[in-house]
């Protein structure tokens, strides 16, 4: 009867996680917030853990984020990216991912690339390089910077006291084995990008885009007036970042009380809403219009979705757990390396890499998996390329004028599957080689 249970509570999960992702934006928060009413009301489990901690360093992040898209700082990084990437345009396809990926590094979220993939689609088409072969890697090297970022909501959530902070597991370690995984994964995925597809001259959607003239203007490229102060708002951000790995990777820098230091999670908190504030002070630029943009929108999207999602996914765990270990513990524990299967599927239901994270870590953990182990897994919360439906992937899309840049016959055959499925299987494999050193 137990096993049935089981079942039944799990379909309700599923079903309210794919109900959420149907509906969009905040959906995904609200409906995991009815499968934990149902999973303790009907069902009798007791509630499980709030992810307290991932929303309120969200918080603070995209506090952080939102200022400095307010004082014109993601505008002025955006202009200094093109300039870069102009000046290179044969090597659009292993440029534009790189740039890509560092925005997201420096700033937390994959929101950041939405300004330059209508730059790196121009600047691809102008040297006649298939637009498909740098958005679909630039696009998956964003996503895979929050892997990488000190300051993602990702990131804070593995390094948090409830996950592998509890084991040792710090900001140092974190980058070690996520920047250069990633670096490399990124840059094989271009190599082999650039064999991808017939040239442009030989694609017939570009040719039938030509002959009907929807393609004889230039896109002209919209230019923003930059902030005077947008750089100094740049540089203060940059600091943010600096002293979070820096606290990070030496918590002796941090207060003790009691002999313990203050922990990661008050310290990114303080140090990004301080960061904020100053942001706002040195760009003289108005708070309001902080909370108005995009990344303000986003950042409390994905904490409403992490609110609901990950106190669901905490709930029927902790209510099931004994059943759950029983049936599948010993498969991870001999073979750690499969964890990254349900990582990768629940990623793709989720639609957030934290969320992913503080649902099934706690999971891995329990069942005994190596906290390294998991740590080398992490990119396998990047899943939610699998189907093109992902606001960047639906973007880089839209800005492709020729059309080599698609969602195929059969909905999973589009663009980005196999930069997607090259850069985690590479980071992960490399993240494993990584961990036997440290």
Request: net charge positive; hydrophobic share 55%.
């Given at each position: 009867?137990?096993?049935?249970l ?28 009815v499968?934990?009413?149902i ?11 709030i992810?307290?901690d ?7 992040v995209?506090t ?49 690339c ?6 790196i ?8 390089i ?17 892997t ?13 006291q409830?996950l ?17 995984s ?10 082999v ?12 959607e ?13 896109v002209?490229t ?5 902030n ?48 904020a ?8 630029a108005?708070?309001?219009k ?21 106190w ?5 765990f ?5 059943l ?8 991870f ?12 599927l629940?990623s793709?239901m ?13 999971v ?16 396998a ?10 606001p960047?992937?639906?973007a ?12 195929g ?30």
């Amino acid at each position: 009867m137990s096993t049935a249970l089981l079942f039944i509570e799990l379909a309700i999960v599923l079903a309210m996680i794919f109900i959420g992702a149907r509906v969009g934006s905040i959906g995904l928060g609200m409906y995991g917030m009815v499968g934990v009413f149902i999973l303790v009301f009907v069902f009798g489990l007791e509630p499980g853990n709030i992810p307290i901690d991932v929303m309120l360093i969200i918080v603070a992040v995209i506090t952080a984020s939102a200022a400095l898209q307010a004082a014109g700082g993601l505008d002025y990084m955006v202009e200094v990216a093109a300039r870069f990437l102009r000046r290179h345009p044969n090597h659009i396809t292993f440029y534009a991912p790189l740039t890509t990926w560092l925005f997201c590094i420096l700033a937390g979220t994959a929101h950041t690339c939405y300004a330059l993939l209508p730059i790196i689609s121009e600047i691809s088409l102008k040297a006649r390089i298939r637009p498909e072969r740098p958005l679909s890697v630039a696009t998956i090297a964003a996503s895979l910077g929050i892997t990488g970022s000190p300051v993602s909501a990702a990131t804070a959530a593995i390094l948090s006291q409830s996950l592998l902070g509890a084991h040792g597991v710090g900001m140092a370690q974190i980058l070690m084995v996520t920047i250069p995984s990633s670096l490399a994964a990124i840059l094989v995925a271009s190599f082999v990008q650039n064999f991808v597809g017939k040239p442009l001259q030989e694609d017939p959607e570009y040719q039938r885009r030509l002959q009907a003239g929807l393609l004889k203007e230039e896109v002209a490229t919209e230019k923003k007036e930059i902030n005077p102060r947008a750089k100094w708002a740049v540089l203060v951000f940059l600091l943010g970042v600096v002293l979070v790995v820096l606290f990070g990777s030496f918590p002796s820098l941090r207060p003790s009380f009691n002999g313990t230091p203050v922990s990661m999670n008050s310290t990114i908190e303080m140090i990004m809403m301080s960061i904020a504030a100053l942001i706002l002070l040195v760009g003289k630029a108005d708070v309001k219009k902080a909370v108005k943009g995009n990344v303000f929108s986003a950042g409390m999207v994905a904490m409403v979705s992490i609110f609901g999602v990950a106190w669901m996914g905490s709930t029927f765990f902790e209510g099931n757990k004994n059943l759950i270990l029983g049936a599948v513990g010993g498969l991870f524990t001999q073979w750690p390396v499969l964890f990254a299967i349900p990582l990768f599927l629940m990623s793709i239901m989720l639609f957030s890499q934290a969320a992913t994270v503080k649902t099934l870590y706690p999971v891995g953990l329990a069942m005994g998996i190596p906290p390294l182990v998991l740590l080398a897994l992490f990119p396998a919360v990047n899943g939610y390329f699998f189907l093109p439906n992902y606001p960047t992937e639906v973007a880089a899309i839209g800005f492709d004028r020729t059309g080599t840049t698609k969602i195929g016959k059969y909905v999973v055959n589009h663009s980005f599957q196999l930069a997607g499925f090259i850069t985690t299987f590479v980071s992960i494999g490399l993240g494993y080689l990584i961990i036997q050193f440290l």
